[in-house]
């Protein structure tokens, strides 16, 4: 199966209902220039990607906050958005959080079909949803797993804050997690 294949299948996909908006765009993931690091979000940006069609960016192609924010902590590990790529757990548009759980859940299928065909090396999840979606384990609040590798299917799977600039921790709380956890991990990678 390919990525397009994919899409497809989210498009015609009915599992949410009225829980979501769809995409104006088809792509549900963000194709960087090395599949080794895929970035796990949680849903798509009602003011970026579900509008404009490119990850991390508002209608007029404009690095959003929250990019600028990742793009600071991808330069500590040398690369940079357009090196990497990006999905959500979530492929549409919630349009209540209190349906994140439900929707994650319908899309999983998608998303763990996404990443066979990509076949990371590191997948990086972003906050609380993105990382339910992806493990299976049990934590009381994210900063217990936040920084810490998981194996998942042979993935090395590694929690983040999520680089939204009104979040405390989305740069100050990364910085240690990407200079020492990830960089490792990229490490070994060219090894």
């Known amino acids: 199966m390919e990525l397009y294949q994919i899409d497809?299948?989210?498009?015609?996909?009915?599992?949410?209902?009225?829980?979501?908006?769809?995409?104006?765009?088809?792509?549900?993931?963000?194709?960087?220039?090395?599949?080794?690091?895929?970035?796990?979000?949680?849903a798509p940006a009602?003011?970026?990607?579900?509008?404009?069609?490119?990850?991390?960016?508002?209608?007029?192609?404009?690095?959003?906050?929250?990019?600028?924010v990742l793009e600071r902590l991808l330069k500590l590990i040398n690369y940079s958005l357009k090196d990497i790529y990006?999905?959500?757990?979530?492929?549409?548009?919630?349009?209540?959080?209190?349906?994140?759980?439900?929707?994650?859940?319908?899309?999983?299928?998608?998303?763990?079909?996404?990443?066979?065909?990509?076949?990371?090396?590191?997948?990086?999840?972003?906050?609380?949803?993105?990382?339910?979606?992806?493990l299976d384990i049990k934590y009381s609040k994210f900063g217990n797993v936040a920084g810490k590798c998981f194996n998942y299917e042979g993935y090395d799977v590694i929690p983040i804050y999520h680089p939204s600039p009104i979040s405390p921790l989305s740069y100050g709380g990364n910085v240690e997690i990407f200079e020492n956890v990830i960089k490792e991990k990229v490490k070994a990678l060219t090894k």
């Open 86 to 134: 990006f999905l959500e757990a979530i492929k549409c548009y919630p349009k209540s959080r209190k349906y994140l759980k439900e929707c994650s859940n319908n899309c999983r299928k998608y998303l763990l079909e996404q990443l066979l065909i990509i076949d990371p090396k590191i997948i990086l999840t972003l906050g609380d949803i993105a990382t339910r979606t992806l």
């Open 46 to 68: 009602n003011n970026g990607w579900r509008k404009s069609g490119i990850a991390w960016h508002d209608e007029n192609h404009k690095l959003l906050p929250s990019g600028v």
């Open 8 to 42: 497809n299948e989210i498009k015609n996909c009915n599992l949410c209902g009225c829980m979501v908006e769809k995409f104006n765009n088809d792509a549900t993931v963000s194709i960087g220039k090395k599949s080794d690091i895929v970035i796990l979000g949680e």
